[in-house]
């Protein structure tokens, strides 16, 4: 086979459009275009959400560690500190 027999042709052609055609096809080009930036607005938004919850959720959890623990919340302690604590 030779080179040319793998190549595609493509043929490229005029089109004359009216105005209110032209308005219509940009019109929708347009919603299109804001379309698809709302789209990566709320992934991106939904995405932050997703991580600030996690952190709140996180911060929750080690403030109720130290309630339980009876620590101060800035109490820093180590895993042999608990294992050490005679109230557990």
């Known amino acids: 086979m030779t080179k040319g027999a793998f190549m595609k042709k493509t043929y490229q052609t005029s089109v004359y ?6 308005e219509k096809l940009e019109f929708i080009a347009k919603r299109h275009k ?11 938004a939904k ?8 952190q709140a959720n996180k911060k929750k959890i080690l403030e109720s ?3 339980i623990s009876g620590l101060k919340s800035d109490t820093t302690f180590s895993r042999k500190d608990i294992y050490d604590d005679d109230r557990i």
């Open 34 to 44: 804001r379309a698809k930036n709302n789209i990566i607005k709320y992934l991106i």
């Open 47 to 54: 995405e932050y959400d997703n991580e600030t919850s996690k």
């Open 65 to 67: 560690l130290h309630k």
């Open 17 to 22: 459009l009216d105005s209110e055609e032209k």
